[in-house]
């Protein structure tokens, strides 16, 4: 069974045979219910997305998509340098969890796609400016011509398990104390997702996988990833050792360890929008949500 991800429950239909059409987007525009972004920051209310008017936002403005009752969203965005922000401007690791799915789905695209254009100003075949073109889905060379497309950078996560049904979690140096998560790393060019696993499982910990099954996949827009999760079955439980480099610490985990070590703090779980959670919660079993607290907030 598919895991239910928490980003990546969009509603939203990104209708992109509208994107090349001026007159339809400017129109859509006029009436269109607008994300308010500041850096990677969003414009919220207590419970949510707070919907600004296009009259009243600045900035780039891209074309999002459709909701079903055709109601058109967009995103405004400001880039900036400034570390500190208003009160009411928020990550999406904050608030990521409050989000309803049209939310959710507008939010996501609506991150990576501002960081993309934030980062690709310049052409990279020529080094000449570009601009936006497309409603925002594509980006022109002002003197090539060349078009540059937005890019999704695919990385594994896997939880690696063993034939007795215990997890497997390690530690990164650079996370918060107590900290534990799944293992994870970025396919390499030519390399399969599976193959991926493989070797991520092995660099990490010397895990030796012989079974490996496809979980399901969440875009995470931190700047650019798309999660592709997987759940492996390792040969060799009692020679796994942490890499010492990326890991410091692994543990091995049944279900009654996992309940009372969050129950007395000794360890924090991922947060609840991660794959890394979802995961340690569908192999946990339907419980999870009560019994496995802790760790719900990410570091900003
Ligand atoms: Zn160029």
Redesign the pocket.
């Known amino acids: 069974m598919l895991l239910n991800l928490p980003l990546s429950r969009s509603k939203l239909d990104r209708a992109a045979h509208l994107r090349a059409d001026q007159a339809a987007i400017d129109e859509l525009w006029s009436r269109a219910k607008v994300i308010e972004m500041l850096g990677d920051k969003f414009k919220v209310t207590s419970s949510g997305l707070n919907f600004q008017s296009s009259k009243d936002v600045e900035g780039e403005r891209y074309f999002l998509g459709l909701d079903r009752d055709g109601v058109p969203y967009f995103v405004a965005h400001r880039s900036t340098d400034q570390k500190e922000f208003p009160e009411d401007f928020k990550s999406l690791r904050t608030i990521g969890a409050l989000l309803n799915s049209l939310e959710i789905g507008a939010a996501v695209h609506a991150l990576a796609l501002t960081q993309w254009h934030e980062a690709h100003q310049k052409?990279a075949?020529?080094g000449?400016s570009t601009h936006p073109t497309f409603a925002g889905a594509v980006r022109e060379?002002d003197?090539?011509e060349?078009s540059h497309h937005p890019r999704t950078d695919p990385a594994i996560i896997v939880l690696v398990k063993d034939s007795s049904d215990r997890i497997l979690l390690g530690r990164q140096k650079i996370w918060p104390e107590k900290r534990f998560s799944t293992f994870a790393g970025f396919v390499e060019p030519g390399e399969s997702f599976e193959s991926c696993v493989s070797r991520e499982v092995e660099e990490e910990c010397g895990g030796v996988v012989t079974e490996v099954k496809y979980l399901g996949s969440q875009p995470w827009p931190f700047p650019a990833s798309i999660m592709i999760a997987y759940e492996a079955v390792i040969s060799n439980p009692d020679t796994v050792k942490a890499d010492g480099e990326e890991i410091e610490e692994i543990i091995w985990l049944s279900r009654s360890e996992i309940k009372e070590k969050c129950g007395s703090g000794e360890l924090l779980l991922p947060p609840i929008i991660s794959v890394a959670r979802a995961m340690i919660n569908a192999w946990y079993g339907p419980n999870a949500k009560e019994e496995l607290q802790g760790g719900e907030s990410w570091r900003n």
């Open positions: 052409c075949k020529c000449a060379c003197s090539c060349a």
